[in-house]
């Protein structure tokens, strides 16, 4: 299991920026996949972004082109730049680590999640 613990979120305006960071504890993550999913009220959870181990990206076509996800193995770190936010990216976002068997992915760890409102 890995830890993970994020920071970052909050409110913004629309049309504003926030960046949310995801740090993992005791564990080398430079071998995992990691990814930010995310849950708006009365939906289901959604892919937001992946980055792989060798940092391939994947995002949500929903967020392509304003969101981007990095990672810093030296800090066992991953971000998620999000810019030009508006209200439908309004969620609790999660971080989570994990890795692909036969294909499916599999997480080994999430975030405590954080919350993120933009008002319009």
């Known amino acids: 299991q890995v830890e993970l613990v994020q920071s970052g979120g909050g409110l913004v305006q629309s049309g504003g920026s926030l960046r949310l960071s995801c740090a993992a504890s005791g564990t080398d993550i430079s071998t995992y996949t990691m990814g930010w999913e995310r849950q708006a009220p009365g939906k289901q959870r959604e892919l937001v972004a992946r980055?792989?181990?060798?940092?391939?990206?994947n995002y949500a076509d929903s967020v392509k082109g304003r969101f981007t996800i990095s990672r810093d193995n030296a800090e066992n770190t991953v971000y998620l730049q999000m810019n030009n936010l508006n209200s439908e990216d309004t969620a609790v976002y999660f971080c989570n680590a994990g890795t692909y068997i036969n294909s499916i992915f599999v997480a080994r760890g999430w975030g405590q999640g954080t919350q993120v409102t933009v008002s319009s």
């Open positions: 980055i792989n181990d060798g940092g391939i990206t």
